[in-house]
């Protein structure tokens, strides 16, 4: 089966640097998503990686390491509009390699105080 | 205007009744599906759609049924709503010539049975 855990929620301060994580346990890993979520509103995308490594877009960067299964989203110079959910997406190549289904895990609440 | 729409925001009605959820879209996917979303336990695949005539159950489809009556409109139904199918849906898309794209989500149908 599919198994992905995150932090529940985690508090950081305006300017400052927070790191979420996530970790998974898939059959045939094909990709990782991390999405944001204010609340109430649609997920909107953030990052992919399928390869070790740091991915880096600005404010935000997503690492991965597929031995670990392990994978961390990076937010620097924290503003307040950066509080919101955030949710860690794997797709399973167990459900074919092409289809683009995902699991999602629970999501990481994060609140950003001044 | 939102490249994935859904209809309606927000609904409130009673046990028993017949209710549809309606999604269209105009970026031109030809991959979409439905979530609901619960509190505590993230976004879980109802059901999705490759093709016009390609209808496949997600991990949750008991209790729904769905028609892609078109490439552009995916409709999720609730033949005879119970309580514990209050949740907040969202209908996604995303593009089979690109599968490592994200999916795309729209603004979500707050659906409350009473």
């Known amino acids: 089966g599919q198994n992905i855990d995150q932090p529940t929620e985690m508090t950081a301060t305006e300017g400052a640097i927070v790191q979420i994580n996530c970790t998974y346990q898939t059959s045939g890993f094909n990709g990782l998503f991390w999405y944001q979520q204010h609340a109430g509103e649609a997920p909107t995308f953030l990052s992919y990686n399928v390869l070790d490594g740091l991915e880096e877009k600005g404010r935000f960067s997503s690492f991965l390491s597929r031995s670990k299964g392990y994978s961390y989203l990076l937010l620097k110079e924290l503003q307040m509009k950066d509080s919101a959910s955030y949710l860690c997406a794997v797709r399973d190549r167990q459900y074919g390699g092409a289809t683009n289904k995902l699991i999602f895990g629970t999501g990481t609440l994060l609140a950003v105080q001044p | 205007d939102a490249d994935v729409t859904q209809t309606p925001r927000n609904r409130i009605t009673k046990t028993g009744k017949r209710i549809m959820l309606e999604c269209s879209q105009t970026?031109?996917?030809?991959?979409m599906y439905w979530y609901r979303q619960d509190p505590g336990l993230g976004l879980r695949l109802i059901y999705y759609?490759?093709?016009?005539?390609?209808?496949n159950k997600g991990e949750i489809s008991d209790g729904y049924s769905v028609s892609r009556q078109a490439q552009a409109k995916f409709s999720l139904s609730l033949e005879s709503a119970i309580p514990n199918q209050t949740a907040l849906y969202f209908c996604?898309?995303?593009?089979?010539?690109?599968?490592?794209?994200?999916?795309?989500f729209g603004d979500g149908t707050r659906l409350s049975i009473l």
């Open positions: 970026k031109g996917h030809d991959r």
């Open positions: 759609s490759f093709d016009v005539k390609d209808i």
């Open positions: 996604a898309t995303s593009d089979r010539q690109n599968s490592n794209q994200p999916q795309h």
